[in-house]
């Protein structure tokens, strides 16, 4: 499995906080140019911050969500109203994010693309993986 615990969180400052680079490696993501991205951003104020390549960034996790959808849509062959209504859901999402001009995100716009927020729009990670996981069930 990729993904491993790490002993920091907010309930335990004193632990060390993983580095950009450990969580990416930790997520089984081997770009390294991820890092850079991560040491170039900066806050530009309560809430709002400068991303590098934040757009860049949005249509990677679209492409994402598009390969998550995939598996999904060959398992159901000619019923795919599961898969239909996350990919609209994921389009609706997608085409609802506020423009990112000159690479600066808002902290909400940031949750809503990495939290996956349950809404009755937002298609996530999370809503995949669980369609996913029961249609894993049915196979074992």
């Not at 002993?7 to 969580?23: D, G, H, K, L």
């Not at 990416?24 to 040491?39: M, Q």
């Not at 679209?62 to 898969?83: K, R, V, Y």
Request: proline fraction near 8%; include cysteine; aromatic fraction near 4%.
């Amino acid at each position: 499995m990729c993904l491993r615990s790490y002993s920091w969180s907010p309930a335990t400052p004193s632990a060390r906080a993983p580095t950009p680079r450990e969580e990416r490696k930790a997520c089984c993501i081997a770009e390294p140019g991820f890092d850079r991205i991560a040491a170039r951003s900066e806050a530009l104020g309560p809430g709002v911050y400068h991303v590098p390549e934040a757009r860049d960034l949005t249509a990677i996790l679209a492409q994402a969500l598009d390969t998550m959808l995939a598996p999904l849509a060959l398992a159901e062959e000619e019923d795919n109203a599961t898969t239909q209504h996350l990919n609209d859901r994921k389009n609706r999402h997608l085409h609802e994010l506020p423009a990112l001009e000159g690479d600066v995100i808002a902290a909400e716009t940031i949750a809503a693309l990495t939290l996956g927020r349950p809404g009755p729009t937002a298609c996530s990670l999370w809503d995949l993986h669980e369609e996913i996981n029961r249609l894993h069930s049915f196979d074992t």
